[in-house]
């Protein structure tokens, strides 16, 4: 494996799509992540379409850059397994509650005990020092608690509705790698492991308040919460003659030159709604509907050549099969196809980052489950003859393939 990471060891008792995506990031930075699964498997393996049972499209897009092995951790030869894996890994990530690693004695004690350099990461729902400790959490659930459907009503939307994407898991996800490669720098210092809370409620509270806290930002409050040109029932993709495309207006020069597109040049200098950044914050209601009515009056192609050429931002609008085909992506090489040993040719995407030195590349196709199961407990001390003893009886499963 290559990339800044290479070297590091990370032990991945997580499932679904949070925990997965923030150790397929480490792993995709060059760190041997060993994913632990139960014999049943991580519950995305079956989630949608895949061409054999266990790998669908969504496991294979979250899953890879690791090793699999299988462990019953809830009898005492998995256990056993386990901490001798701990023993020599770096990080172990987890996204089960802390009451149910406790259950079988992973709690972060029973682990440093082995390894008292260890980073053991719990990414979970909420706060171990809250009332919601013990509530089970869903990326749905966190949207709703953080008032996302909410903002959508303000902006226009006829019901609450939750973003139409795992938004929570994969922003939290990315939480959870700054932690662990924070922590990481620490230890490096320092010489010395700890233990990590990553709780999904209070990091996107964080993420959707650093918007919208607004003048209760102050005490006494200084104006009502919410920023208003993002609840703008207006921000979204404009009507044009024949489609729709995608615009931001934002400083003066973007205002100034689009209505000189529209043909009314003067309107900035004479409506007092655009002084400043400030009044059409205030007024951006009116002026996004202004645009709206504008933008319907030309195509799609008419506005994005005009636009471009004035140098006001504009992208177009894609739906999930144009963007594949979108030319910048193409040209940066951002998909790629590969041929997975057992699932054929399937689309992958790149690691987005540019890197002078220590470029990240993908070095694993998402596993089988139990795929590498002997070689991990081979490397953890285990001979053939027990590694088959603990196929036998249930504990590990080792791939037929």
Known sequence: ???????????????????????????????????????????????????????????????????????????????DALLRLAATADVMIYNVRPQAMARLGLDHASV??????????GVYGYGQNGPYAAKPAYDDLIQGAVALP???MLAGAEAPRYVPSAMADRIVGMSAVNAVTAGLYYRERTGEGQAIEVPMF??????ILGDHLGGLSFEPPAGAPGYARLLNEYRRPYETRDGHLCVMLYNDKHWR???????????????????????????????YRMVAA???????????EALEQADIPVMPLHTLE????????????????IEHPSEGRILSMRVPSRWSRSQPVVGRFAPRLGQHSDEILAE???????????????ITLLDQD
Do not use: C
Not at 112 to 121: D, F, G, H, M, T
């Open 1 to 79: 494996m290559s990339g800044p990471l290479s070297g590091v060891r990370i032990l991945d008792m997580t499932s679904v799509l949070m925990g997965p995506y923030a150790t397929q990031l480490l792993g995709d930075m060059g760190a041997d992540v060993i994913k632990v699964e139960s014999p049943s498997g991580d519950t995305v393996r079956n989630i949608g379409p895949g061409r054999n049972a266990g790998m669908a499209g969504v496991f294979l897009q979250a899953n890879r850059s690791k090793r699999s092995i299988v462990l019953d951790l809830k009898r005492p030869e998995g256990r």
């Open 112 to 121: 440093a005990a082995v390894n008292p350099r260890i980073l053991y990461v």
């Open 150 to 152: 909410s903002l959508g």
């Open 202 to 207: 209070e990091t996107m509270a964080q993420f």
């Open 257 to 287: 030159d689009f209505f000189a597109l529209a043909g009314q040049p003067g309107l900035m200098d004479s409506d007092p709604r655009f002084a400043d950044i400030g009044r059409r914050t205030e007024h951006i209601h009116e002026l």
């Open 294 to 304: 504008i933008m319907e009056t030309r195509t799609t192609a008419q506005w994005r």
């Open 322 to 337: 144009s963007l594949l085909d979108d030319p910048h992506l193409q040209a940066v090489g951002f998909f790629e196809r």
């Open 380 to 394: 953890a001390g285990y001979d053939e003859e027990t590694i088959r003893g603990l196929a036998a009886r249930g």
